[in-house]
C-alpha cells in the first residue's frame, strides 16, 4: 500500500501533538527505514513552535482525494520521493523547513493551496435568530435563550399577566434562524436544541401537562429532558419523532425528512406507518415511506459540532451548506459534474476562503467570489 506524503504529513502533526496511537507508530518506523534522511526534518519540526491554526488547516485536507488529484495533474510524477511532498506540505503550514531537494514539488502544492479570486472575504455563521412571540411581538435576540430560567419572553409584566396558565401553553412562539445564523435554545422542560441556519422553530412558553411539542422547518438537534409521564414531540411537514428522553438531529428541509439518533430510542411516524430506530441509525421519509438506514454520526450530526464533513459528498450537497452558512447567492459553471464525490472537513468557524482553500485543494474545481455571489467553475 503506497504510503501518500499527506498521510506521513498528518502523522507527523500528530507525534508533534503526542497523540500517535500504537498503529501510528508502527506507519512512521517503516517510513524512516524506507526514507532514513528523513529524520532530520522531524527533529526540525519537533523543535519549532507551529501555528495551530495552520495544523487544523493540514488536518482538513482528505489524504486520498488531494493524492488522487495530484497524480491526475502530474502523472509523471507518481515515483516522487514521497519525502519531498511531504516536506513541501508541511513547509507550508510554517515549519520553516525549505532546503527541500524537490522544490518545484512546493512551488505546486503552494500554487494549490492559494484560493481563487476572493473579492472580499465572509465570515461564518453568527449565534443569532428573531423571536416571533405569540402576541404578535417581534425580538432580536443574540445571545443563548432559556426558559428554564426565566420564562418570561413578553415586554412587559402586565401582557404576561393577561394571558391565562392555558393561554401561555397552547400560544407558541416562533424562533427564526436565517442564513448565517445559528441559535441555540433551552426550553422550559430542560430540552436543550441546537437550531442551524435557515430554520424555524415553533414552541410553547410552557408545556402542558400531557406531552411536550414542538414545529420544526429545517434543522436541529435536539438533548431531550427525560421524563417519561411527558413524551416529547417534534412535528415536522414529513412527519413526527416521539421520544421520552434522548439525542436526535432532525432534519425537514424541503420535501423529505431525516432523523438521525445518538443515544436512546425514537420512534418516527408519517401517515400511520411507525419505525423505531436505535442509536447510530437514521430514519429518512419520502412521501409516506419510512426507511431506516444505518447512520454516519460524524457526518449528520457535523454542523452541531462546529465542523464542515464532506464525506463523498457532491457539489450540489457542499453548495446547500456553503450558501446557508454563509448567506451566498451560488452558481455553478456548465462543466462542472452534479454526480462527482468530495472528501473533506474543516471547522464551521472557519471564513469561507479557509473552506474555499480546502475544497480546492482536494477538488478541480475554482471558486470565485465577489461580495455574497459565488461561482464554481472547473479549473
Known sequence: ??????????????????????????????WYSAHPT?????????????????????????????????EKRHPRRKKIIYWGTAAAILAITSFGYLAL????????????????????????ALLGAKIILANGEQKQVAEKLSLSESSNLFTTESQSQNLSARSVVTMLNTLVVPMANHFQLTLSDGTSIWVNANSELKFPTKFSESERKVYLKGEAYFEVAKDAKKPFYVVTENGTVKVLGTHFNVSAYGNTSKTTLSEGLVEVSKSGNREIIKPGEKAEIRGDEIQVKKANLQKDLAWKNNEFYFNKDNIVDIATQLKMWYDLDVSLGSDVSLTETYSGEIKRDSKLSEVINMLEFVSDLKFALNKNKLLITKK
Open 1 to 30: 500500500m503506497i504510503i501518500t506524503a499527506i498521510r506521513i504529513a498528518k502523522l507527523l502533526v500528530k507525534k508533534y501533538r503526542n497523540e500517535l496511537t500504537d498503529q501510528d507508530r508502527m506507519e512512521l518506523e517503516r
Open 38 to 70: 528523513n529524520k532530520p526534518f522531524e527533529d526540525t519540526l519537533m523543535s519549532n513552535d507551529v501555528d495551530q491554526k495552520e495544523l487544523a488547516w493540514l488536518d482538513s485536507i482528505d489524504s486520498e482525494a488531494a493524492w488522487k488529484k495530484a
Open 101 to 124: 531537494k524537490e522544490r518545484s514539488t512546493l512551488e505546486t502544492m503552494q500554487q494549490d493551496v492559494i484560493a481563487s479570486v476572493i473579492e472580499e472575504d465572509i465570515n461564518p
